[in-house]
């Protein structure tokens, strides 16, 4: 069983960045697919960015170009930076971890959850 801790939200004004980081912990993340979502209030859960076991990497249309995902394997930590942020990227982030391995943009791709983060930007 894997188990995962975003953390690095905060309040940040338009423009600004933030480096979310996704803990793991139970089982190695060297072979899993890793992915953020977001879910604004009122809204559906939405794909952000994603990366495959070799380190490929897919992104969203809306944060091309503004967010990087990373993953360090030794520290088992999967990293999101968000630069130029924008109000409508407010929203609880979560990570999540997929065992198919690859970068998948659908939820239900993804077997373990964090609890979210929150990200607020300001106007």
């Known amino acids: 069983q894997v188990q995962l801790v975003e953390s690095g939200g905060g309040l940040v004004q338009a423009g600004g960045s933030l480096r979310l980081s996704c803990a793991a912990s139970?089982?190695?993340?060297?072979?899993?697919?890793m992915g953020w979502f977001r879910q604004a209030p009122g809204k559906e859960r939405e794909f952000v960015a994603a990366i495959s076991w070799s380190g490929h990497t897919y992104y969203a249309d809306s944060v091309k170009g503004r967010f990087t995902i990373s993953r360090d394997n030794a520290k088992n930590t999967v990293y999101l930076q968000m630069n130029s942020l924008k109000p409508e990227d407010t929203a609880v982030y979560y990570c999540?971890?997929?065992?198919?391995?690859?970068?998948?943009?659908?939820?239900?791709?993804?077997?373990?959850w964090g609890q979210g983060t929150q990200v607020i930007v300001s106007s």
């Open positions: 999540a971890a997929g065992g198919t391995g690859w970068a998948t943009t659908s939820a239900y791709e993804y077997d373990h």
């Open positions: 139970g089982r190695p993340l060297t072979t899993y697919g």
